[in-house]
C-alpha cells in the first residue's frame, strides 16, 4: 500500500506559478513511475507527466516548457512547479505511483487560475 497526500493548490493569477508537492507513505526512489494528472470539471482525467524511478521525466505537449516535475527522495515527495499559469490549467491536480503493478492516487488538490 502507498499513501499518497497532495498539498499546495490554491488560486493564483494568470501568468503566475504554483508549486504542488505530494508526500508518499513509503520510500519513493522504490517506486518505478510517479506520475501527475489533471481533471478540470465536466472533463476526463488527463496526463500531466511522469518521472520514472531514472529520473526520466516526460510531458503532456501544452505542459512542455512551463511544468516540471522533480523528485524529492530524502524527503519522498514529488513535486510539480508550474509556471506561466493560465485559466484552461483549472483543475484538480492528482499524483499517482505506480508500485509493485499497482496504481495509487492521491486526493487532489484544487488550483485555480483567475484571469
Known amino acids: 500500500q502507498v499513501q499518497l497526500v497532495e498539498s499546495g493548490g490554491g488560486l493564483v493569477q494568470t501568468g503566475g506559478s504554483l508549486r504542488l508537492s505530494c508526500a508518499a507513505s513509503i520510500n519513493i526512489s522504490s517506486i518505478n513511475i510517479m506520475a501527475w494528472y489533471r481533471q478540470a470539471p465536466g472533463n476526463q482525467r488527463e496526463l500531466v507527466g511522469t518521472?520514472?524511478?531514472?529520473?526520466?521525466?516526460n510531458y503532456a505537449e501544452s505542459m512542455k516548457g512551463r511544468f516540471i516535475i522533480s523528485r524529492d527522495t530524502d524527503k519522498n515527495t514529488l513535486h510539480l512547479q508550474m509556471d506561466s499559469l493560465k485559466p484552461e490549467d483549472t483543475a484538480a491536480y492528482f499524483c499517482?505511483?505506480?508500485?509493485?503493478?499497482?496504481?495509487?492516487w492521491g486526493q487532489g488538490t484544487q488550483v485555480t487560475v483567475s484571469s
Open positions: 518521472i520514472t524511478s531514472h529520473e526520466t521525466s
Open positions: 499517482s505511483a505506480l508500485y509493485r503493478g499497482s496504481t495509487y
